[in-house]
């Protein structure tokens, strides 16, 4: 099975603070993504990496940067959190060309304050 | 960006109803998943779907790629109280690769 880890299921920050929200799969997939996910939006993408040292930005990369120096590892990263980050993030991961099927991890709830 | 339509937004019903759901773009799919998401937990991916008209089945799960590409619908058969959860559509659009554009979601409770 795919198994795709969060670091955190919860965190409080505070506003200002740099906040890195970190995601692990086990299975060598080439895409990993990071998603926000707001009641009544459904998830929208943030970032994502087709593979090591990529990036592109999603549909709401701004306030987020990301890094991928590892296959298995992408970082999200919150520079300056603001109130209005508060949210669920999902990272998924998806081996490159398996008809678009991606896993997800179990989420971590942010607040920030 | 672009958005699909998923609706109802939420369903309460009884134990051993049927359940209909369904999303709608503007825009054509070449590709529709649909994914369950249990409460304080990541989405889990129930069905895909590769191809207009397709049918596919899980269990109590059917669902089916409309023939415009434009939609999908997902039933869900004698619900029993496991089925809670939010459920979500995903398609892709073509030519976007691996990117998921998501539905906002119907969340279904099930009372005994």
């Known amino acids: 099975d795919v198994k795709v880890t969060q670091s955190s299921r919860y965190l409080v920050k505070r506003t200002g603070e740099k906040v890195f929200l970190e995601c692990v799969q086990d299975m060598d997939h080439e895409n990993m993504f990071w998603y926000r996910q707001d009641p009544g939006l459904g998830l929208r993408l943030i970032y994502f990496s087709y593979d090591v040292k990529m990036k592109e930005k999603g549909d709401i990369p701004e306030g987020y940067s990301v890094s991928r120096e590892k296959k298995e590892r992408f970082s999200l990263i919150l520079e300056s959190a603001s109130t209005n980050q508060t949210s669920m993030y999902l990272c998924?991961?998806?081996?490159?060309?398996?008809?678009?099927?991606?896993?997800f991890g179990a989420g971590t709830r942010l607040s920030v304050l | 960006g672009q958005q699909l339509n998923q609706s109802p937004q939420s369903m309460f019903i009884q134990e051993g109803e049927d359940v209909s759901m369904n999303c709608t773009s503007s825009s054509i799919f070449n590709t529709w998943l649909w994914y369950k998401q249990d409460p304080g937990e990541g989405p889990v991916l129930l069905i895909a779907?590769?191809?207009?008209?397709e049918l596919t089945s899980n269990g109590r799960l059917t669902a089916q790629f409309g023939i415009t590409r434009k939609d999908s619908f997902l039933n869900i058969s004698a619900s029993i109280p496991s089925d809670v959860g939010i459920y979500f559509c995903?398609?892709?659009?073509?030519?976007?690769?691996?990117?998921?554009?998501f539905g906002t979601g119907t969340r279904l409770q099930v009372t005994l």
């Open positions: 998924a991961s998806r081996r490159q060309g398996a008809k678009n099927i991606q896993y």
């Open positions: 995903a398609g892709v659009l073509p030519g976007t690769a691996s990117k998921l554009t």
């Open positions: 779907l590769y191809k207009a008209g």
